[in-house]
């Protein structure tokens, strides 16, 4: 008897310290798993140039393509970017953002990255004003806050210009100033609608980044777009024109996304284009 009792408290000792090693074991996987997992990094790169960019033209959800300048400059991105490990790559649903990423893509060495497609991500929509001459649309857009042309906005909005212009066309598209037929889903976007669906969309590739082990994103949008999501949720905005292929590093921790460094940086299209020498 006092042998079995023996042998049934060495057995229950063993299996009280193999399930102990065996929990030892999962929680050390699973701090492992947890440390390796990457920072999440969103390079905010604005298209290259376009015909609109150089015609002067209201582009808004209009497909303008690069010119062939617009096409260098993107390559020069992506060589400038070279080294760089990209896990996923994002561009809104127009020629000039899709084309932008895919060369990025290309010349930094991600080319097996696949671009994923959102229309969350275009240029804000101008409506009854799309294709219009800038300079044509000024005055009259300016005029919606009582300024004589746009330069006299500008100077006096600072930086929620860009807000107030994307506002200006919605207020004047609302009232169908252009006397058009569009319907009310193809009317002219206000700066709300815009931050919401840029806010949203990038939140939302944050999160799904981080799920999957963090890393590099590169997500490829627009000008005025990108400026009224900037606008909306950093202190270091102040409203500079962003130029073609300049890239904003957006960081995400405890659930929220942050800018690091500089907005609009030309850095790495810089550095590509030396490369290109």
């Known amino acids: 008897m006092k042998l079995a009792q023996t042998l049934k408290t060495t057995l229950s000792i063993a299996l009280i310290a193999t399930g102990a090693f065996a929990l030892s074991g999962t929680t050390s996987a699973q701090a492992k798993k947890k440390t390796t997992t990457k920072p999440v990094t969103i390079y905010l790169t604005r298209h290259g140039e376009t015909t609109g960019n150089v015609m002067g033209r209201v582009q808004g959800w209009s497909d303008f393509p690069l010119t062939k300048n617009g096409l260098s400059v993107a390559n020069d991105l992506g060589r400038g970017l070279k080294g760089k490990t990209f896990k996923y790559a994002y561009a809104?649903?127009?020629t000039r953002q899709e084309v932008t990423a895919k060369h990025a893509l290309k010349y930094s060495g991600n080319a097996k990255v696949k671009v994923k497609i959102s229309s969350a991500l275009r240029?804000?929509?101008?409506?009854?004003?799309?294709?219009d001459s800038i300079a044509t649309d000024n005055a009259l857009i300016a005029g919606v806050y009582g300024y004589k042309n746009?330069?006299?906005?500008?100077?006096?909005q600072g930086k929620a210009y860009w807000t107030k212009l994307q506002d200006a066309y919605y207020t004047?598209?609302?009232?169908?100033?252009?006397?058009?037929?569009?319907v009310k889903g193809d009317r002219a976007e206000s700066s709300k609608q815009v931050q919401k669906r840029m806010a949203k969309e990038l939140k939302q590739i944050?999160?799904?980044?981080?799920?999957h082990g963090g890393g590099n994103v590169l997500v490829v949008s627009s000008g005025m777009s990108i400026n009224e999501y900037l606008a909306s949720m950093t202190k270091k905005y102040k409203g500079t024109p962003l130029k073609n292929a300049s890239v904003t590093k957006l960081t995400y921790k405890n659930n929220k996304l942050s800018v690091s460094g500089k907005i609009g940086s030309l850095y790495y299209v810089n550095k590509g284009?030396?490369?290109?020498?």
């Open 150 to 156: 746009g330069d006299e906005m500008m100077a006096k």
């Open 123 to 131: 240029e804000g929509g101008y409506g009854s004003f799309e294709g």
């Open 172 to 182: 004047l598209d609302k009232q169908n100033s252009q006397k058009t037929k569009l």
């Open 206 to 211: 944050a999160k799904t980044t981080k799920r």
């Open 92 to 94: 809104g649903n127009l």
């Open 273 to 277: 284009a030396k490369l290109a020498k």
